[in-house]
């Protein structure tokens, strides 16, 4: 065991630089009207509060500065500490954005750079097929083993569990979720507003379903599509929950 | 190297301080050097029920801030010779454990053990976090019913991204689940869940089941390990479940109602 702090000879070495990869939530902004951001957020926030209390969190400012529209960093890195979230990034910001996020000690991060995309469990290279419902990103993370109660996922993209998910978890993506196992946590499919986002599981057991924000909880699941395989979509603003076979 | 068994369960009072004392009697008549340490510190009682209480000189708290040698505070079991108990502090407060200093004390003892059982104390809390961080194995303790088993689900969750293996990126901790307090006829009338419906919560790999049995709290009451009651019910069941972990391939026993000696003995599925 290393754990014990030894007078150190002058050749052992006191740190090392280590390679993690982590998954950290993009917020992409495409209106630039602070109090509607502000309102916004505490809505999306208000879905999974315990999840993004403290989360760290990367802003997204290419669409708007593709629509021309101006955004005061500063401001904006307000407004999200206020909602309680960590801004530890910014990307397709305009030079000068990216220099008053520098003085802000916010790094800056390209938007061609998958720091962002990617999942702590994240397998690479499901880029063959990628999924018609996320057309923001294909990359998909995978979990080789269960949920436990009181673990959380998040996944930029599509999310994977080859294992069960237990009563007590949470599961968060922004594009779609795939159980191959019994789902009894909470599933939170498209949270970034993505409305093609579904989820699929083996066996329908959940606490609760959303997709972007739209949810049932355990007590409305009750019946026949309980303890089974199936799929659940949007349409027209409300959730369909159909068998799989 | 010695191998570190935390025995951990989140919610209190399902016999993990049965099991510790048990197991580690048992994998100590197997033939290997055993201790086992009392992480509850503040509420002691593995040597209570290792009937070594009337020895405790100096404590695990004390080896952690200096004030005594391990060997000082080692107590060797009075049955059997290769198995040591390190007791809890009753009057200290459980910051007194540190991380640093619990790391030290296992590796003093890796040296010297081939087993080392770690009595975690219940909840999810430092004490518990400190018990579980170094371990190689868990066995989870649960009792048929649901608030235990979601506890369990949570510890095991604490189990894959806290501890000391999960932090440094090491094979994951082997995870091993010991039912305890089974009771084949109340699972019958629908008061507890069965062996199955908590393995279908829990997927877990099942070292053993032990019965309800009122030899557990005889053995207690006399301060021996109830392993040491051959002829009870649990002590088998503990007995079975040190052998699975050691390797050997024994049949389920205790999972059905009590139907004369084939059923007993042939109850497993
Ligand atoms: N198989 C069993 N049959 C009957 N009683 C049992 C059994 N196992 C444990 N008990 C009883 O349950 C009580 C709690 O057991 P124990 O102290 O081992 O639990 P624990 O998980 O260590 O508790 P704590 O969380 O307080 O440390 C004791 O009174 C013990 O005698
Ligand atoms: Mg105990």
């Known amino acids: 065991m290393s754990t014990t702090v030894k007078k150190s000879p002058l050749n052992r070495a006191a740190l090392e630089f280590k390679s993690s990869t982590f ?55 307000d407004i999200l500490r206020k909602s309680k979230l960590m ?114 599981c083996l066996d329908l057991q959940a606490e609760l379903i959303s997709i972007a924000g739209n949810y049932k909880i355990s007590e409305d699941l009750q019946g026949h599509l309980r303890n089974r395989p199936v799929q659940i979509y949007l349409q027209e603003n409300s959730l369909i929950i159909k068998d799989l076979v | 190297m010695a191998r570190i068994i935390v025995v951990t369960s989140g919610k209190g009072g399902v016999g993990k301080t ?50 005594a040698l391990l060997n000082q505070a080692l107590i060797r079991d009075k049955h059997c010779d290769l198995l040591y108990v390190l007791p809890a502090s009753q009057t200290r407060d459980k910051d007194a454990l540190t991380q640093e200093g619990v790391g030290k004390v296992l590796e003093d003892l890796s040296k010297d053990f081939k087993y080392i059982v770690c009595d975690s104390p219940a909840g999810i809390e430092k004490g518990a976090h400190l018990a579980m961080y ?30 000391r293996r999960a932090e440094q990126n090491l094979e994951s901790i082997k995870e091993y689940l010991v039912l305890t307090r089974y009771s084949p006829d109340r699972v019958k009338l629908g008061d507890m869940l069965s062996v199955d419906d908590v393995q279908d919560i829990l997927s877990l790999h099942l070292l053993g089941v032990i019965p309800e049995s009122k030899s557990v709290l005889s ?51």
């Open chain 1, 23 to 77: 998954s950290v939530p993009v917020l992409v902004l495409s209106g630039n009207v602070p109090d509607v951001i502000q309102e916004q957020l505490e809505k999306k926030i208000g879905l999974a509060p315990d999840f993004f209390k403290n989360s760290p969190v990367v802003f997204d400012l290419q669409a708007l500065n593709k629509q021309g529209l101006p955004i005061d960093v500063a401001m904006l890195a």
């Open chain 2, 134 to 163: 170094f371990a190689d194995d868990a066995f989870v303790v649960t009792n048929p019913e649901v608030s235990s088993v979601r506890d369990s689900d949570r510890m095991l969750g604490i189990l894959s991204s806290k501890s």
């Open chain 1, 87 to 200: 801004p530890i990034g910014i990307r397709g910001g305009t030079q000068s954005q990216v220099e008053i996020a520098a003085s802000l000690h916010i790094p800056v991060y390209s938007v061609h750079n998958s720091f962002s995309e990617t999942g702590s469990f994240h397998q690479d290279k499901d880029k063959t097929e990628p999924q018609p419902e996320t057309q923001k990103t294909t990359i998909n993370t995978l979990v080789n083993h269960p949920i436990r109660s009181g673990q959380r996922v998040y996944s930029a993209g599509d999310l994977t569990v080859t294992a069960q998910v237990s009563a007590g978890s949470e599961l968060f993506a922004e594009g779609s979720i795939h159980v191959y196992g019994s789902l009894r946590g909470r599933a939170l499919a498209g949270v970034q507003g993505n409305a093609n986002a579904r989820i699929f």
């Open chain 2, 219 to 269: 053995a207690s009451n006399a301060g021996v390990p109830v392993i040491l009651d051959e002829k009870s019910d649990a002590g088998q069941a503990y007995e079975d479940i040190v052998a699975r972990y050691l390797g050997e391939n024994r049949p389920h026993r205790f999972i059905e109602e009590k139907k004369g000696i084939f059923g007993k003995l042939f109850g497993g599925k």
């Open chain 2, 18 to 67: 049965t099991t510790s004392a048990a197991v580690a009697m048992g994998l100590a008549k197997k033939g290997h050097k055993t201790a086992v340490i009392d992480f509850d510190v503040g509420l002691r009682n593995l040597d209570l029920i290792m009937g070594c209480e009337r020895r405790v000189v100096y404590d695990f708290v004390n080896v952690i801030s200096g004030e």
